[in-house]
Structure formats: structure tokens, C-alpha cells
Antibody, heavy 121, light 110 residues
């Protein structure tokens, strides 16, 4: 069974930074691209970033580009998201999501339960 | 860059058929595959359609996807509606290496 478990959320200060983690199990982690998708309270889904199965290719939404880094450790089956210069509009549930193939342009087939990030002073 | 536009809400009765549209502004709907995700209240999304028309294993064949080049839109059709189908539905496609989501459609089954 595919499982994706996020952690690292909580209350963050404006201007501060965060590091989220997603531990995967139930599949060969390095064979699949991974994504972060966020959902602000009461709002729709917003794709944040994606990374290929090997980690060699990454992509970012315009809303986070320049202050966001996605990475993965295939030896630990873990996905990371670093986001800096936090703003109130970064407040959201951050969901880890597994793609259907190694490539970054690939449908999302599995979703985690998410970790909630609140940016407030 | 392009946007995917969905109706804010739709409603239909149990047992009926409903279609949710997703219109692409800028570029052809056929240029990149479209996916559909279902999100029930309080739950994470699940994938109900991928690559325009494909159903993941476990998704009932009451769910079907299509694209229409003439209207530059994709559609999700749910037949034999059940109360458990009440959820938010999101379409999604690709803009180069980025993923683009529609704004979501709230389906009410009443």
C-alpha cells in the first residue's frame, strides 16, 4: 500500500522559513516523480513544486520560485520542501503527492494527508 | 501560460448523470493530458481520471473523462450519481513542466 506521511508544519513567523518532509513507503521510491501541492483554508488546490524520480529535474510554481527548494533523498524514501521569506499567503495544508512515472510531467496518482502550515505573528 | 476554468458548482439528483466542464484558455486542450481529482470534505484528493480518459484501478466506470477540441474543454461525467459522489472536483493539466489546476467544482447530490 502506498503511504505518504508529511511532517514539519506548524506556526511559522512571517519572513521565516520552513522545511517539510514526506516519508514514502509501499513502492520503489526512486522510480517516481514527486510533487508538493498546497491548499489554503477553504480554497482550491495549488501545485507548488515537482521533482523527477532521480532528483535531476525540478520545477516550481511562479508563486514560490526563488524562495523554494524541493529535494529528495532516495536512500531514505523522503521528499523535502524548503520555503523561505514566508508570507501570510503561504498558509495552507501542504500535500505530498506521487506521480505515475519518473518524469516530472506525469499525473498524480497518490496523495498524502498533508501538514498544515500557518504563517502568522 | 494558460488557465483552466471550471463552474463553481453543479447539482443533480441521485441516479442521474452530471457533467463537469474544464475549459482551457490559451493553447489547445489536446496539447497536454487532463486529469481529474475528487476531494471529499475533510479528505485528501484522489485521482478519478488521468490522461484524459483513463480510470485508475478501483475507480468505478460511472466516472468517465473526455476532451472536446471544438470547445477547447475537458469534461468529467459521472453517471448513476450516488450521495458519496458529493465532493469537490478539480481538473489539472500541464504547462511545460508545471502543473495547472482548475479552480474546482463543488458537486452537490440532492
Amino acid at each position: 500500500e502506498v503511504q505518504l506521511v508529511e511532517s514539519g508544519g506548524g506556526l511559522k513567523q512571517p519572513g521565516g522559513s520552513l522545511r517539510l518532509s514526506c516519508v514514502a513507503s509501499g513502492f520503489t521510491y526512486g522510480d517516481y516523480a514527486m510533487n508538493w501541492v498546497r491548499q489554503a483554508p477553504g480554497k482550491g488546490l495549488e501545485w507548488v513544486s515537482g521533482i523527477s524520480g532521480s532528483g535531476g529535474f525540478t520545477s516550481y510554481a511562479d508563486s514560490v520560485k526563488g524562495r523554494c527548494t524541493i529535494s529528495r533523498d532516495n536512500s531514505k524514501s523522503t521528499l523535502y520542501l524548503q520555503l523561505s521569506s514566508l508570507r501570510a499567503e503561504d498558509t495552507a495544508l501542504y500535500l505530498c503527492a506521487r506521480a505515475g512515472t519518473q518524469g516530472i510531467v506525469s499525473t498524480i496518482l497518490y496523495w498524502g494527508q498533508g501538514t498544515l502550515v500557518t504563517v502568522s505573528s | 501560460n494558460f488557465m483552466l476554468t471550471q463552474p463553481h458548482s453543479v447539482s443533480e439528483s441521485p441516479g442521474k448523470t452530471v457533467t463537469i466542464s474544464c475549459t482551457r484558455s490559451g493553447g489547445s486542450i489536446a496539447s497536454d493530458y487532463v486529469q481529474w481529482y475528487q476531494q471529499r470534505p475533510g479528505s485528501s484528493p484522489t485521482t478519478v481520471i488521468y490522461d484524459d480518459t483513463q480510470r485508475p484501478s478501483g475507480v468505478p466506470d460511472r466516472f468517465s473523462g473526455s476532451i472536446d477540441r471544438s470547445s477547447n474543454s475537458a469534461s468529467l461525467t459521472i453517471s448513476g450519481l450516488k450521495t458519496e459522489d458529493e465532493a469537490d472536483y478539480y481538473c489539472q493539466s500541464y504547462d511545460s513542466s508545471k502543473q495547472v489546476f482548475g479552480g474546482g467544482t463543488k458537486l452537490t447530490v440532492l
